[in-house]
Structures are given as C-alpha cells and as structure tokens.
C-alpha cells in the first residue's frame, strides 16, 4: 500500500516554472514506479512524465518534453516534477501515481494514485 500526497502547485504566469512534489508513505516506495499525470477541465487525465524505480528510465508525453524532468529521491520517498516554460495549456490538476510495473503512460495500469494539485498557467 502507497499513500501518495502532491505539493507545490500554485499560480504562474506563462513563461515561468514551478515544481510539484509527491510525497509517499510506506517503505516499499524504491521499488514503485512513478507516474505524473494532468487533467484539465472537461478533458481527459493524460500522462505526462514517468520515471521507473530507479530513476535510469524516464519517459515524456511530446507537449511537455524539453520542458519539464521527472526526478526521484528514493530515500526521502518523493518524486518530482520541474516544470519549465510553463504555458497557459499547461493549466490542470497535477496527479502523481504509483505503479509495480512499468508501464509508462498507460494510466490504467497504475495502482495508485495521489488527490492532486492544481497547476494554473496565466497567459
């Protein structure tokens, strides 16, 4: 079992960055891949970054690559989201997720998930 808790969102202009964090609960973090994920109003949650259990594979959605990095610290259980260059259809609720597998971007194979933070862009 994961807990998973999201932080950092916030109001930005466009142009600007912020960093979203995911703290996790339970000892089994390290051996958890981990997954952000964005939903905008009326739309669809969609993958955006995913890193696996060791932090040697990331994997990006194409309208954030070059923008935004996955990291984790796997002894202070978190993972995080640097986001870069932030643009007004960035704006969304940001949900971190927790997988056993890799599985990249298939959102219905992670286990589990985040409430989420909301992430919102001003043009």
């Known amino acids: 079992q994961v807990q998973l808790v999201e932080s950092g969102g916030g109001l930005v202009q466009a142009g600007g960055s912020l960093r979203l964090s995911c703290a996790a609960s339970?000892?089994?973090?390290?051996?958890?891949?981990m997954g952000w994920f964005r939903q905008a109003p009326g739309k669809e949650r969609e993958f955006v970054a995913a890193?696996?259990?060791?932090?040697?594979?990331?994997s990006y959605a194409d309208s954030v690559k070059g923008r935004f990095t996955i990291s984790r610290d796997n002894a202070k259980n978190t993972v995080s989201l640097q986001m870069n260059s932030l643009k007004p259809e960035d704006t969304a609720v940001y949900y971190c997720?927790?997988?056993?597998?890799?599985?990249?971007?298939?959102?219905?194979?992670?286990?589990?998930w985040g409430q989420g933070t909301q992430v919102t862009i001003s043009s």
């Open positions: 997720a927790a997988s056993g597998l890799w599985v990249g971007g298939r959102l219905a194979d992670y286990d589990y």
């Open positions: 339970g000892r089994t973090f390290s051996s958890y891949d």
């Open positions: 890193i696996s259990w060791s932090g040697g594979s990331t």
